[in-house]
């Protein structure tokens, strides 16, 4: 059973709102530090981004899978290509996460942040779509 937040339209967009601004701006950061060639200080935002992905955002997303989608699967069974698609969106992001976090010991480099940037475009297409076909 998922929680109330994650089963209310207002609260459930207030989660990614605040998660994605919080990533876009620690990825405006990174962006800045990087093409400064503030190399050392670039590194601790990088892993303090991936942090934040994956202490909120995927942690939601796994909330989200484990009880909201499948309450929505239960409470309407056409809805299960649209939750497949879902999680599909919350598997990219994860291989993206996984694929950062092995660049990141060697350095910071254009694909890392190009990385960073998809996670956002995906994020934020998944959010709408999430909050328009499920609410």
Known sequence: MSGPSLRKLEAHRSIHHGAFVEAKRLTELLETLYADGRCGHAAEVADALVEHWETRIIAHAEAEEEGFYR????????????????KRDHDMMRTLIA?????????????????????????????????????
Request: proline share 2%.
């Open 71 to 86: 309450e929505k699967a239960k409470e309407r069974g056409e809805m299960s290509e649209v939750i497949a698609q879902l």
């Open 99 to 135: 694929e950062i976090r092995k660049r990141l010991p060697e350095q910071i480099d254009r694909e890392v942040l190009t990385r960073f940037h998809t996670l956002l475009h995906i994020n934020r297409i998944h959010s709408t779509d999430e909050e328009a076909l499920l609410f």
